[in-house]
Nanobody
Framework: QVRLVESGGGLVQAGGSPRLSCAAS????????MGWYRQAPGKQRELVATISRGGITTYVDSVKGRFTISRDNAKNTVYLQMNSLKPEDTAVYYCYANVRAYVGDSQSYDYWGQGTQVTVSS
């Protein structure tokens, strides 16, 4: 079992720039990829950003140019720098990781954190 713990959420005014972080712990050999999902009340959960172990990134169109995903492989940690926040960014943000438990593992497994609330006031 792998545990993902998010931090950095809270109440922020429109235009704010919080940074979310997520640290993975447990039985881990490698993680590839990592990412962030979000879910607003009454809305479907959406994939916000992903990053491969080598640093290749993807973003949902609504956050391109405003959010930056990064990772520290030595710390098994992924970050989401959120700039120019808008009220529509309000959601619970969930960390994601695809994990191999040991060298030569024939399978990888998906894990999600508990989520951190980001509320953007106008």
């Amino acid at each position: 079992q792998v545990r993902l713990v998010e931090s950095g959420g809270g109440l922020v005014q429109a235009g704010g720039s919080p940074r979310l972080s997520c640290a993975a712990s447990g039985r881990i050999f490698s993680i590839n990829p990592m990412g962030w999902y979000r879910q607003a009340p009454g809305k479907q959960r959406e994939l916000v950003a992903t990053i491969s172990r080598g640093g290749i990134t993807t973003y949902v169109d609504s956050v391109k140019g405003r959010f930056t995903i990064s990772r520290d492989n030595a710390k098994n940690t992924v970050y989401l720098q959120m700039n120019s926040l808008k009220p529509e960014d309000t959601a619970v943000y969930y960390c994601y990781a695809n994990v191999r438990a040991y060298v030569g593992d024939s399978q990888s497994y998906d894990y999600w954190g508990q989520g951190t609330q980001v509320t953007v006031s106008s």
